[in-house]
């Protein structure tokens, strides 16, 4: 039963990896050792969804509870064994590499992809914030702000202006949480929230 919640999501035995570039191969976990996770730090997950690269996958890995960073240059070589193209990599890039070599051998056992910033969809948030505002002259002026193109700069630029921006990036700190707070929840994968500050004396 430990392992059953990836078939009934996903409806396969393991979770799939964000992109198309590299897809696990396929196992049946059996063993409910090879289930243990380690707990993983909320705001690991979070910066990592708010820091994302078109050039970098991250990955959860279960057995550890870190959150890994592979570039995209690293994991083509490894996917296709190519020793000439490792070789070539600059240090930074090559840091990973036991990392991605561990992603391209797995069953879907121990790694998942991380948080997609792009599942989290941030217009609907700009525009709950506006409906909590009580000065309604202020709110009229971002909901003309966050009207056609340009909406996320002028919505800001607007809030700032207003005196309102960081009243915004708590909103929207929230919202975040909350969002991988629900991914980590459909996937049973246990956290620790590390993010809440502490109280001013």
């Not at 430990?2 to 191969?25: D, K, Q, V, W």
């Not at 910066?47 to 890994?68: F, I, K, M, N, P």
């Not at 996937?187 to 993010?195: E, N």
Request: charged residues 30%; proline residues 4%.
């Amino acid at each position: 039963m430990a392992c059953e919640f990836f078939s009934s999501i996903y409806g396969g035995p393991h979770p799939p990896l964000r992109g198309t570039r590299y897809r696990p191969a396929s196992s049946t976990v059996t063993s409910q050792e090879n289930c243990n996770r380690k707990a993983v730090k909320l705001s690991e997950l979070i910066e990592a969804l708010e820091l994302q690269s078109d050039q970098v996958e991250d990955y959860l890995d279960l057995q550890t509870g870190r959150v890994v960073h592979i570039w995209d240059s690293l994991m083509s070589a490894v996917q296709e064994g190519d020793d000439e193209a490792l070789e070539g990599l600059e240090d930074w890039e090559r840091e990973g590499i036991e990392d991605a070599k561990a992603i391209v051998a797995d069953s879907g056992e121990r790694f998942v992809a991380a948080p997609d910033k792009f599942d989290f969809h941030e217009y609907p948030h700009m525009e709950g914030f506006i409906e909590t505002l009580e000065d309604r002259a202020a709110a009229e002026q971002l909901w003309r702000a966050i009207k056609g193109k340009g909406a996320f700069r002028y919505f800001k630029d607007t809030a700032r202006r207003l005196g309102l921006l960081d009243q915004w990036y708590k909103d929207r700190d929230d919202a975040i949480k909350q969002h991988v707070l629900a991914w980590a929840e459909k996937r049973q994968i246990p956290l620790v929230d590390d993010t809440a500050r502490s109280p001013k004396a």
